[in-house]
């Protein structure tokens, strides 16, 4: 298996970049449409626990689209082949000082694109502050 092919890796950096500005803007739909659309998509979040597309959509409806912005440090992406690859970054919010979030994302190219399957978000104190 190759890891990170130059243009495998672009195209799943840029579908991550797509579901930055996507989830900062609170675009819901964007949103929706890069997950995939099955009862095995799982999302653990900062205070829930989704288990398959319709609770994710169900979440992403509901969410406030106040204090969405944050500054993404130390992003790695990484593919494997030429259909799965994962994104894993560091995210701050001006709103929450001393406390980095975290945030891991298993993506598979589909026959509509990138799409995610499982994601997990969460915030601890930070341990440089």
């Known amino acids: 298996m190759e890891i990170d092919i130059p243009e495998i890796r672009a195209e799943l950096e840029a579908a991550f970049a797509r579901y930055e500005q996507a989830l900062v803007g609170n675009d819901v739909d964007t949103l929706d449409a890069l997950f995939l659309e099955a009862p095995t998509t799982i999302r653990y979040g900062a205070g829930e626990n989704?288990?398959?597309?319709?609770?994710?959509?169900?979440?992403?409806?509901?969410?406030?689209?106040?204090?969405?912005?944050?500054?993404?440090?130390?992003?790695?992406?990484?593919?494997?082949?030429?259909?799965?690859?994962?994104?894993s970054t560091l995210f701050r919010r001006e709103g929450a000082p001393g406390?980095?979030?975290?945030q891991?994302?298993?993506?598979?190219?589909?026959?509509?694109?990138?799409?995610?399957?499982?994601?997990?978000?969460?915030?601890?104190?930070?341990?440089?502050?």
């Open 99 to 102: 406390r980095v979030g975290r």
């Open 50 to 87: 989704l288990y398959g597309y319709a609770e994710i959509q169900a979440f992403r409806a509901g969410r406030s689209p106040a204090g969405l912005a944050r500054a993404l440090e130390r992003t790695v992406i990484t593919t494997y082949g030429r259909d799965f690859g994962t994104a």
């Open 104 to 129: 891991m994302q298993s993506w598979v190219r589909t026959p509509a694109g990138w799409r995610v399957v499982a994601a997990h978000v969460s915030i601890i104190a930070d341990p440089e502050a």
